[in-house]
C-alpha cells in the first residue's frame, strides 16, 4: 500500500479523478483499436521505427495538436475560474498547477513541437536534400521530445503536477516551500524533452550547412530555412544553459545540494538569471522559423518575391544576437539597481529596430502584388495587426521604470500572449495549412478554414484587449481570485467570452482535418498555390527520396524561375538512391528516458538504475551496428515517379 | 477589412478609457515616483499608437489597392529588389522612436531609484518590509513598532522601504505610490517613496508564491505627521511587545489580519546583511554603506 501511496495526487478533486478515468478509456479504446484493425505492425514498421524527416514532422505535427488542446483546456479552467470574482471553481492549488502546466505545456511541448514539425518536413525539402544529416538521432530527438511531454502529462493524475510556475522560481520551487513531487516532473520531463531539442538543433544546423543542394549558397536559402538555421543556432547555444539549471534545480530537490536554495551559500537569483538567459532566446527561437512561414506564405499569395531579401537576414541574424543580451529585462524589479536596468532596458528596445524591418518588409511585399485572400494568407495578414500591438506593448515593458508598474501583472499577461498567438500560433497554423497538400496531398477545407481564422483572430483580441486595463488597474497575474471590489470582474468576463471563442477556432481547424480527410478531392497538382520555393517542386505527397534527381539552384525562388523563365531545375539521369534504414533503438531508449524520468521523479533509486543502464545499452548496441542503410534501384524510382504523376525534370 | 476597423476602434477605446474620466489605479498616482512612471506610460503609449496608426495605415492601403480581386487578369506583379532609401526610413524610423524612448526610460528609471523629487533634502522614514507565507511585516526601527498586514505612513515625508524576505520571492507593490520590487530573503531592496496625498491605498503581493498569494494584500494609509505620530504614542500605549516565540508563530504559513505590536522583530531576528537597489548613481550621500557591502555581496553569495 505504501509503494502506491505516493503516486496518489496530494489534493484530488473530481476533475482529477474524471481525467484518470478518461485517459483510461482513452488509452483502453487506441489498443483496442489498434488491436482491431491489425496495426501494430504497421504503427511498429511504418512509425514508431522510422527516420524519415517527413513521417517524423508529421508526429511532431500530431503531438502538437495533442498538446494544443491540452494547454487551451487549462486556459479555459483558468478563464473560466476568474471570469467572475470569489469564484469557487477550483482552488488556489489546482489553479497554480493549472496555470504551470498550461505555460510549460503551450511553450515546450506545443509551440516547440510545432516548429519542430514544419522544420522537419520543410527544411531539407527546400534545400533539395534527401533526409537530415543524422536521421536516426532525428528519431532520437522526436523520442525524446514526446517522452518527455508525456512524462510532464500524466503528473496530473500521478503524484500531482507542478505549481511553481513555469518559471519555477527559487526557493519557491524547492522542497520546503513545494514539498511534493510536481517539481520533480518540472525538472526532468523538460530536461529528457530539451535533450531532443539540442541534437535537433545540432542536426538542422550540420544539415542546412552541409547538404544544400548544388547553386544554393547561402544568400540564395529560403527564408524560410534561413530562419530554420539561425533558430538552431540559438538552440545550439541557448539549450546548454537549461540543461545545467534543469540539472542543479533537479540536484537540489533529490539529492540536497543548495544551488539555489537562500540558505549554505545557494543564490536564488542564480536560478532567475540561469533560466532566463535560456528563456528570452527561447522566445526568439519560436518566433523566428514563424517570421521564416510568413515570409514563405505572404510571397506566394502576394504573386511577388519577397522584398529586401538581404535586410531580412541581416535583421534575424541581428535579432538573434540580440536575444542573448536582454534577459535582465524579465527581473528588473529584483534590485539591480539603475545603471544595470538602464543597459537592459536599451539592449531589449534594440531588438524592435529589426523587428520593425521586417514588418515594413512584409508590408512592401504586398506593395505592388495581388493579393490572395487563401487561409494561410488570412493568418499571414492578421498577423501584422496583432503582433505589431504586442509588439509596441513588449516596448513599453522594456522601458525600466515603467515595468516597475506593469511587471508581473495581467498586462504582461496581454502582451507576451499579444506576440506569441500571431507570431507563432498564427504562423503554425498558417504553414500547417500551406504544406498540407505537401504532407498529405489533399488540401484543407478553405471555408471552414477561413471560419476558424475569424474566431481566433477576433477572439485573441477580445480575450487579451481586456487585460491591459486590468493589469494597468493593479491586478497581479497568477491570482486564482479576487474581489469584487476591485473591479476586474468585468475585464475577466470580457476575456473568459474571447478565450471561449479561440477554442471554438481551435475546434473549427481540428473538424476542418477530419473532414478534409474524408470528402476533399485527392486530385490536386503538386503546386496548388502557384508558390515560388523548391519543396513544391516535388510530388505532393513525397517519396520517401524527396527528389528523384538532386535539383541544381540558382536563385532563392528556384521553382519560380524554373515555371516562369524555364530553367532547368533537374538535370541528368536516375540514379540508385542510398536511403538511411529504420531503426527501433530510438524508441526504445526514449522509454528507458521515460522510465528512468519516472523512477527519480519519485525517487526510486533501483528502477533509475535500471533504466539509465538500459539507456546505455542502447547506446553501446548502436556503437556494434553495422547498417549502410539500403539503396532504392533505379527501376524503383522509375515506377514510383510514374505512378505519381510521370517523371518530373 | 471589418476586423482591421474592430481593431481601431478598441484601441481608441483603450486610449480613450486611460485619459478618461476614472483613473486606473496605475495612471492614478498619489506620490513623486508613481507619477514619474504614470508619465514615462502615457508618452509611450502616445508614441506606440503612432506607431500602431501608421502600420495599419499602411496595411489597409495596401490590401485594398492591391487584392487580386480589384486586377485585370494579367496582371503581373514585378520583381522589386529593395530600394536603399525605403529602407534608410524603415531602419530610421524606429532608431530615433527608440533613441527617444532610451532616453526617457535611463532619466526615469534612476529618478525612481533615488529620493523622491522634492524630498531630497528631508530624512526619510526607514521602514523595514518583511515578507513571509502569506503575510507583510512591517517594522518601523525609529519608532520602534511592528505592524502586520497594514501600514500608516506620513505625507510629505520620503520613505525608504528595506525589503527582504522571511521564505519565497515576493514582490512589495502600492501601485498608487511607486513601481513593484522583490523582497529577497539574504539581500535587501530598497523602495523610494513619498505620499503626496492623503488617503487609502492597496497594496499587495505581485509575484507568486505559492497557495495563499492571492491574498497577500495589505493596506497602506497615508496621514499627516502629526495624526501619524499620535498614531505610534497609541500603539506604545496600549499594544503588546513582539518576541521571539510570538514572531516565529506568525512566521508558520497563513492568513492573518492586522496585528500591532511595539518593539521590532528585528531586534532578535536581524535582516539580511547585504543591500542591493539604492540607486547606483551618486545621488545620495547615506547610501555609500550600502554599496561596498554590496560589492561583498557577489563573493558572499547573498
Ligand atoms: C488559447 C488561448 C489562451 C488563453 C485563454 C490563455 C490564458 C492564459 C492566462 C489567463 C494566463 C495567466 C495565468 C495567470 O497568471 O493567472 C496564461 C499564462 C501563460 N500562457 Fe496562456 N493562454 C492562451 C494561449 C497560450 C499560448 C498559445 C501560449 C504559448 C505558446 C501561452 C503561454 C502562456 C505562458 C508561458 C503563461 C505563463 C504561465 C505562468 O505564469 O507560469 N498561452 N495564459
Ligand atoms: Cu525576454
Ligand atoms: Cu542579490
New interface residues.
Partial sequence: MEFFERFAVPNPTFTIYASMVAIALTMLAVVIGITYFRKWGYLWSEWLTTVDHKRIGIMYLISAILMLFRGGVDALMMRAQTAVPENTLLHAQEYNEVFTTHGVVMILFMAMAFIMALMNFVTPLQIGARDVAFPRLNALSFWLYFMGAMLFNISFVVGGSADAGWTSYFPLAGNEHSPHVGTNYYMLSIQIAGLGTLITGINFMVTILRMRAPGMTLMKMPMFTWTALITNMIIVFAFPVLTVALAMGTMDRLFGTHFFAINNGGMDMLWANFFWIWGHPEVYILVLPAFGIYSEIIPTFAGRNLYGYKSMVVSIVSISALSFVVWVHHFFTMGQGALVNSIFAISTMAIAIPTGVKIFNWLLTLWKGKIRFTTPMLYSIGFIPIFTIGGVTGVMLGMASADYQYHNTMFLVAHFHLVIIPGVVFALIAGMFYWWPKMFGFLLNERLGKASFWFIAIGVCVAFFPMFISGLDGQARRMYTYSEATGFGIWNMISFVGALMLAVGFVLIVYNIYYSTRYASRDISADPWDARSLEWATHSPVPEYNFAITPEVNSSEAFWDAKKKGHKLFKGEYKEIHMPSSSGVPFIMCCFFFLWGFALVFSMWITAIIATLGIFACMAHRSFEVDHGYHIPVDEIKRTEEKLGGAKK | MK??W??LS??FL?AT??TGCEP????DPKGPQ?E??RD??MI??WT?LF??VV??A??IY??IK???SN?SED????????SKL??GI??GV??I??IF??V???K???????TPKGFEDEEPLIIYVSSS?WKWHFSYPEENIETVNYLYIPTNRPIEFKLFSH???A?F?V?QL?????A????I??LHVAATVPGDY?G???????????HQTFNVTAMEEDEFQEWVEEVHATADPITIDRFEELLEPGHLGQLTFTGTHLDFLPPPSTH??????EDSEEHNEDHSSHDSHDDS??
Fill in positions: 476586423k482591421k474592430a481593431l478598441i484601441i483603450i478609457f486611460l486606473l489605479t496605475v495612471l508613481a514619474t512612471t514615462v506610460i509611450s503609449i506606440m506607431i500602431v502600420v495599419f499602411l496595411l495596401v490590401l492591391y487584392r487580386a486586377q496582371y503581373e506583379p514585378p520583381h522589386i529588389h529593395g525605403i529602407e524603415c531602419v524606429p532608431i522612436i527608440v524612448l532610451s526617457i526610460t535611463v526615469s528609471t534612476y529618478e525612481v531609484e533615488s507565507e521564505g519565497s520571492i514582490s507593490w501601485p511607486a513601481g513593484q520590487k522583490y529577497m530573503a539574504n539581500m531592496n530598497t492597496v499587495r503581493n505581485a509575484n507568486f508564491n505559492g497557495e495563499g498569494f492571492a542591493h537597489g539604492a540607486s547606483h548613481g553569495g547573498h
